[in-house]
């Protein structure tokens, strides 16, 4: 069965850090291109960052730029997403995605469920 699972969200005041995480089960993530997507309410879903198969490429969102940064760990199947000064307009459901693709194309083929990353004082 193939699966991502989010996890490392929560709560946060403004400034802070968190690490969202992306595990993929019944695939072999080497050969996607993983993206970050999220989803504030009443909102669009914003791309926020991307990575290659190889790692080689990334993509960021401007409003993420310089913030953000993100990582993969083919061996342990995992994606990362380092978020750091973080914004109340970062609040938002983030959701990682698998692109068959081995560069971001943005068309993505499985989802997560999403993990919920709050920030408030």
């Known amino acids: 069965q193939v699966q991502l699972v989010e996890s490392g969200g929560g709560l946060v005041q403004p400034g802070g850090s968190l690490r969202l995480s992306c595990r993929a089960s019944g695939f072999i993530l080497d050969y996607y291109a993983i993206g970050w997507v999220r989803q504030a309410p009443g909102k669009e879903r914003e791309g926020v960052s991307c990575?290659?198969?190889?790692?080689?490429?990334?993509y960021y969102a401007d409003s993420v730029k310089g913030r953000f940064t993100i990582s993969r760990d083919n061996a342990k199947n995992t994606v990362y997403l380092q978020m750091n000064s973080l914004k109340p307009e970062d609040t938002a459901v983030y959701y990682c995605?698998?692109?068959?693709?081995?560069?971001?194309?943005?068309?993505?083929?499985?989802w997560g469920q999403g993990t919920q990353v709050t920030v408030s004082s």
């Open positions: 990575i290659s198969s190889s790692g080689g490429s990334t």
């Open positions: 995605a698998a692109d068959s693709n081995s560069y971001c194309s943005g068309l993505y083929d499985y």
